[in-house]
Structure formats: structure tokens, C-alpha cells
T-cell receptor, first 111, second 116 residues
């Protein structure tokens, strides 16, 4: 079993839709939870990070962590074609200086 | 957000030559930098963790004599692919962690290496 599971997609949605991206993990020791966006042939860009259960909102993006279920989500409201990218969840044990990445979900938002 | 640069962005070399890739944190000091490798449509694979002034820590299966890492200052780390072969062709990405801020890593734009 992988430490972090993420559906690779692809996920195709119409412009304006609400997008839900998810990861599950197996190690309850993970302390920090991040979402990165990666455009084709570019480096990942940090979108959100959190370290506690609950929701964190930033503009159209909401990151949700449920430590009891070992489940994290990223919601994108009013999705735009420019949101088309691969979204990677990344988790860190804390103090280990190492991120464990999900496989990444490819998202396509069509006009 | 913090900015990390990489140079070169693309490189093509002949088999058997060595290639050096630079990673710089432009507006912050990074005690720790990371080197990743990414194949098409796959996630990032951590190759090594580089701490300023000390030897890099390599992940299992990564040849340290093949992938030389130097982290000589708080803003610069280099990855040298020695005696490159076609199977080394990949997208290499570095990231940097800002000193004193442990939760986040900022990634460079990546370097695409093609070995002929």
C-alpha cells in the first residue's frame, strides 16, 4: 500500500464547476499537508498548506484535512480554464524534511 | 511567495558527458534543498536532500557517485549528472526550504535534460 493515494484522473469539468480533489494516506504521523499545482513542463507551485484538521480557505481554493479519516481535499470554486494543471498533494511527517507526494490528478477545465 | 530559480532550463548533451544544474533561492536563505526527478505523467521522485555545508543524503536506489550534489551556500545547490546516459534523460526539479520555516518547500521551474 502506498503511503499516499491520489487518483491520477484525468478529471474534466466545465468552466465554473466546483472541483474536488482528494488524497488518502495511511500514516497517522503525517503532520503537514500541502497542495501543489503543476503546469506542464513547469515546477510545482505551492497553493495551500495546513497542519490541522479543518478547512483553510484562500480565494477560490479551500483545503480540507480530516486527520481521523486520513483524508485531505482541495476544492476549487468557479473553476477556470487556467486551472487546468496537475494537482499534487504532499504530506510531511514533520521534522523529517521530506515530502511524500501523491501521484497527482490531471485536471482539465473546458470553456 | 519565495522564488527558486534553476539553470539551465533545458540541456541536451552527448552520452558520457557531465551536466551541472544550478538551483538558487533568490529572496530567502535555504538551509535545506531537495532534488527531485520526474518522468512524464508521473509524480516527483525525491533523489536527495542537501543541507548547506554538509554531505547530501541520498534516497535508496539513487547513486551518489552518479548524481553529485553540492550545497556550498545558503542560496545555491548544484546537481551534477556525471557520465550521463540516455536513461538519465528526465525532468529535474529542485526545491528549497526557507530557514526557520519548516512546513513548506518552494520549487524551481525544473531542468529538462536530454541525453543523446
Amino acid at each position: 500500500q502506498k503511503e499516499v493515494e491520489q487518483d491520477p484522473g484525468p478529471l474534466s469539468v466545465p468552466e465554473g464547476a466546483i472541483v474536488s480533489l482528494n488524497c488518502t494516506y495511511s500514516n497517522s504521523a503525517f503532520q503537514y499537508f500541502m497542495w501543489y499545482r503543476q503546469y506542464s513542463r513547469k515546477g510545482p507551485e505551492l497553493l495551500m498548506y495546513t497542519y490541522s484538521s479543518g478547512n483553510k480557505e484562500d480565494g477560490r481554493f479551500t483545503a480540507q484535512v480530516d486527520k481521523s479519516s486520513k483524508y485531505i481535499s482541495l476544492f476549487i470554486r468557479d473553476s477556470q480554464p487556467s486551472d487546468s494543471a496537475t494537482y499534487l498533494c504532499a504530506l510531511e511527517l514533520g521534522g523529517y524534511n521530506k515530502l511524500i507526494f501523491g501521484a497527482g490528478t490531471r485536471l482539465a477545465v473546458h470553456p | 511567495g519565495a522564488v527558486v530559480s534553476q539553470h539551465p532550463s533545458r540541456v541536451i548533451c552527448k552520452s558520457g558527458t557531465s551536466v551541472k544544474i544550478e538551483c538558487r533561492s533568490l529572496d530567502f536563505q535555504a538551509t535545506t534543498m531537495f532534488w527531485y526527478r520526474q518522468f512524464p505523467k508521473q509524480s516527483l521522485m525525491l533523489m536527495a536532500t542537501s543541507n548547506e555545508g554538509s554531505k547530501a543524503t541520498y534516497e535508496q536506489g539513487v547513486e551518489k557517485d552518479k548524481f553529485l550534489i553540492n550545497h556550498a551556500s545558503l542560496t545555491l545547490s548544484t546537481l551534477t549528472v556525471t557520465s550521463a546516459h540516455p536513461e538519465d534523460s528526465s525532468f529535474y526539479i529542485c526545491s528549497a526550504r526557507e530557514s526557520g520555516i519548516v512546513e513548506t518547500q518552494y520549487f524551481g521551474p525544473g531542468t529538462r535534460l536530454l541525453v543523446l
